[in-house]
């Protein structure tokens, strides 16, 4: 490279850097310029005006080993009112010394009274949101506003909102992210759904936070939430079925023997067959699982190939209707097509659903659903027998 | 350009008038050839102007540099078969001349001259000149004082397993260093001069048939060509013949081991050696030659291997780290996971100093205590470490001007730019830096990435004597990989002379 080239290039790159620098979109924050939100929630107050609120992490409170871990605060809730959610973003503001960064928050909450409502607005602002981490979760407070979840302090974790994440994250929990429950909405084939949290131990010292159950809805408006022993099914049939556990009662209780077994599942499946009968769509649906047993707590051998079958049936049959239990409570009760039952006719009967698509919302509580569990038990645990069992 | 500049260099007259060339054939006269000698050396206080009678009556004149010559060897070789009679006595001037041409030594090999400029110039490269009364002809004597020190192992090239010791100061031995290595007739030496006052000698060493003889001529016409004073030592010539004087990036290895030369002479590179400075010039050179040591093939290979990932691992943190640093805390925040996030919050909380003006200042800090490592006498040495890791690391975060994962990151830094075994590629990575972590600090990743691809386009654009400076990966050769990205084991790479023949 000869001397007036390297000039030159010097000389372009100037005028590119000049370029890009009066085009003022610079966005260098620094790290202490943020505030790191880590869960916000919207509730909608009884006056009738929305409330947002952040939980901020205060980074000076994280103890480190150079500082001696004082009782400073990890974290802080803020929140402001306004009549529409631009409002109310709009005065959080006022009252922050530093910009609010949604890069990291991995919760979003949303109060019973604001989801009954409707979300339209929440569903706007934040798909036109570039911050948005679609992979957040998106969790609804039963019996709860937003704010009260957000404000609950949770004693094993240093901040509050890492704990609903983490119990989210944790495969063994229903969660729903963000893209998830957005792309419900986008679909005329599914309803959405959100896990629902609550506050436990309420006005004691020991307050913590459970995820139980499971906040269903009706178009944008929350329309109910499943009971907690509903929540394994669900889990099931649209969540991660990773190690689902079941408990039947094999045999009446006695003095010794409380009579119960317990399975963890392996491997589950679930199949969707759809149909289409003088123009009104059908579905069965088929749950595979296969199981290993965790406890035994009956007289009963599992080794012996007689009674596993007994138990395999008793299962199938509990679970089957533990299932059609669930879809009595969602189908006919919430009206709320939260299993994809749409979309499923969608694919395997694309012309049908051309003509249904529009009353779907009419046609969902009467459609027939049957339900078929196929149980299997593979492993019976490390002692085939109980090792104390009689000879 | 060159020839351009050399005119209006105003040292140019000067240089050329310290010199004056001496057109004088040498006179019959020993008075003469000696009132010339005295013109020329004026106010040379060491120069030995000798009358002696030689042969037991001939009247002669020997003239040398005292301190160039070897006492010993003037008495015993030189003086000693001078002052004995001669039988038959001399009578002509031919038997003269046969009886200084055959009876010496050969250690003080005798020749012939015949004009006053290569007198003078024999006599300051350390030669002895002897006139004798009647002749026009003059004989030199070599009679060099053997001024070298001892072989001892290059404290930067430092191995666990190889050879000791390395290159010195004087030529010769650096030459028969090499010899003993490599004995074979097909190992050429070539001898160059250069420097218009220093005279340096240059000596172009290649094995004939593995190195390209194309190659070898534009060497030559390279050295031939430089138009400088002096050269004092390799790095001269590095600069003066590169293909790239202006790119950070070395075309060629300074190495001051006999075995890395010799295993790049058996590769068809050509060694450099300059007279006076212990480092040779190993040319040409590829980009990934800076990333290996002459212990890579004396070790197994896959530790070899490994070592080598190491050092192009962190190479790349020694030249990127704190640029991926400020780019991703001051602009990708998101991209931390949220834990990182609070604990690298946490740390900035109570420092005054935006992220990149931190980081400059530690790297800053950090190269001034390096080369201040490298001035101060061997004892203080030691202190500066401990200033420097005690007093700017510790204090610093202690008193909250600095975070402490700023120090962490250059801590990191600093001890990538020590993994690469050449000093020149290490000095280029360091310098790189810099300008990436500005880049990174305007422009987030997205600068960075541009950075990086500039480096990048610069590096396949360079050439070092012809050969593309990234290659066997950029043109790709998929055998010559196999001493780039790893060390194969010998059995696979005793092939490899075919690949690297350019």
């Known amino acids: ?391 | 350009m060159r020839a351009n500049k050399r005119a209006t260099d105003p040292f140019a007259k000067k240089a050329s008038a310290l010199e004056p060339e001496i057109d004088i054939e040498i006179s019959e006269r020993m008075k003469d050839n000696k009132k010339c000698i005295a013109q020329v050396f004026a106010n040379c206080c060491d120069l030995v102007v000798r009358e002696l009678l030689i042969f037991g009556s001939m009247p002669a004149v020997v003239v040398y540099f005292d301190v160039l010559i070897d006492k010993q060897l003037w008495d015993d070789g030189f003086l000693e078969p001078l002052m004995q009679e001669a039988t038959p006595p001399i009578r002509s001037l031919s038997q003269l001349q046969e009886q200084l041409k055959y009876g010496f030594s050969s250690i003080v090999q005798p020749s012939v001259v015949m004009n006053m400029t290569e007198i003078a110039r024999r006599i300051v490269s350390g030669e002895t000149i002897l006139f004798v009364e009647g002749s026009a002809q003059a004989f030199a004597f070599s009679l060099k004082d053997k001024l070298n020190r001892a072989l001892d192992e290059p404290s930067t090239e430092a191995v666990i397993r190889g050879p000791r010791y390395g290159f010195i100061e004087k030529m010769s031995i650096n030459l028969a260093l090499i010899r003993h290595r490599l004995r074979t007739p097909r190992l050429k030496t070539e001898k160059l001069t250069a420097g218009s006052l220093s005279r340096t000698d240059i000596t172009i060493v290649y094995i004939e048939g593995i190195a390209d003889q194309s190659v070898v001529e534009e060497v030559k016409r390279r050295i031939t060509g430089i138009d400088m004073d002096s050269i004092l030592e390799s790095g001269y010539i590095e600069e003066l013949i590169s293909d790239h004087p202006y790119s950070p990036f070395p075309v060629m290895q300074a190495t001051q081991r006999p075995d890395m030369t010799t295993g790049s002479l058996i590769e068809g590179k050509i060694a450099v050696i300059t007279d006076g400075s212990p480092m040779v010039l190993i040319l040409p050179v590829t980009f990934w030659f800076g990333f290996q040591s002459a212990e890579d093939y004396y070790m197994k290979f896959m530790f070899a291997t490994m070592l080598r990932w190491l050092r192009y691992l962190f190479a790349f943190f020694a030249m990127a780290l704190p640029s991926i640093f400020i780019a991703v805390t001051t602009f990708h925040q998101e991209m931390i996971p949220t834990s990182l996030t609070l604990s690298l919050a946490a740390a900035r909380e109570v420092v005054p100093f935006p992220a990149i003006v931190e980081a400059l200042i530690m790297e800053t800090t950090f190269e001034a205590l390096r080369e201040a490592g490298i001035r101060l006498p061997r004892p203080v040495g030691q202190t500066i470490s401990i200033v420097g890791a005690l007093v700017i690391g510790q204090a610093a975060v202690q008193a909250g001007i600095i975070s402490a994962t700023i120090i962490i990151v250059v801590s990191i830094t600093g001890i990538s730019s020590f993994l690469i075994p050449n000093p020149g590629m290490s000095q280029a990575i360091s310098i790189i830096r810099f300008p990436l972590m500005l880049l990174a600090a305007t422009f987030g990743l997205y600068g960075l990435g541009i950075g990086l691809l500039v480096i990048l386009v610069h590096l396949v654009n360079l050439r070092s004597f012809g050969v593309p400076y990234m290659s066997p990966v950029a043109p790709i050769t998929v055998n010559g990989l196999a001493d780039t990205l790893w060390r194969a084991p010998w059995q696979a790479l005793k092939k490899r002379h075919k690949h690297t023949r350019h």
């Open chain 1, 1 to 391: 490279m000869n001397m007036s080239r390297f000039v030159k290039t010097c000389r372009c790159m100037l005028l590119l850097i000049i370029l890009c620098m009066t085009t003022g979109c610079w966005d260098r924050r620094e790290m202490d310029d943020l505030a790191l939100i880590m869960g916000s929630g919207i509730d909608l107050t009884d006056s009738g005006l929305i409330e947002v609120s952040y939980q901020i992490a205060l980074p000076t409170g994280i103890p480190s080993a150079v500082k001696s871990g004082g009782s400073q605060k990890q974290v802080v809730v803020i929140s402001a009112k306004g009549n529409d959610l631009q409002e109310a973003l709009g005065r959080i503001q006022q009252q922050m010394s530093r910009y609010v960064y949604f890069g990291h928050r991995e919760v979003f909450l949303i109060g019973e009274n604001y989801a009954r409502q409707g979300l339209n607005q929440v569903q706007d602002l934040f798909t036109r949101f570039p911050e948005t981490r679609y992979n957040s979760y998106v969790l609804t407070a039963y019996g709860a506003t937003a704010k009260e979840i957000l404000s609950t302090p949770y004693p094993m974790e240093l901040i509050p909102a890492l704990a609903i994440s983490k119990i989210q994250s944790s495969r063994q929990s229903f969660s729903v992210k963000f893209d998830e429950f957005l792309e419900a909405f986008a679909s005329p084939g599914t309803s959405p759904v959100t896990a629902a949290i609550r506050i436990i131990h309420k006005g004691t010292d020991k307050e913590s936070v459970a995820i139980d159950r499971a906040a269903v809805y009706l178009g944008n408006k929350l329309s109910g939430f499943t009971q907690p022993a509903e929540l394994e099914l669900l889990r099931w049939w649209i969540g991660d079925p990773y190690r689902l556990s079941f408990t039947i009662q094999a045999e009446p209780e006695d003095k010794d023997y409380k009579g119960t077994i317990s399975v963890k599942s392996s491997e589950s499946s679930v199949h969707v067959h759809t149909r289409i009968v003088d123009d009104h769509p059908e579905a069965k649906v088929i749950f595979h699982t296969v199981v290993k047993v965790v406890s035994n707590n009956t007289r009963l051998n599992l080794d012996n190939e007689k009674n596993r079958k007994n138990i395999e049936q008793q299962f199938s049959r509990q679970l089957q209707g533990r299932f059609e239990e669930l879809l009595t409570h969602v189908q006919k009760g919430m009206k709320s097509d939260i299993f994809g039952m749409g979309e499923e006719i969608h694919i395997e009967h694309p012309y049908s659903w051309k003509k249904i698509r529009g009353s779907w919302a009419e046609i969902f509580p009467a459609m027939p659903v049957q339900v078929e569990v196929e149980f299997q038990i593979e492993q019976l645990g490390k002692t085939h027998g109980r090792a104390y069992l009689e000879k």
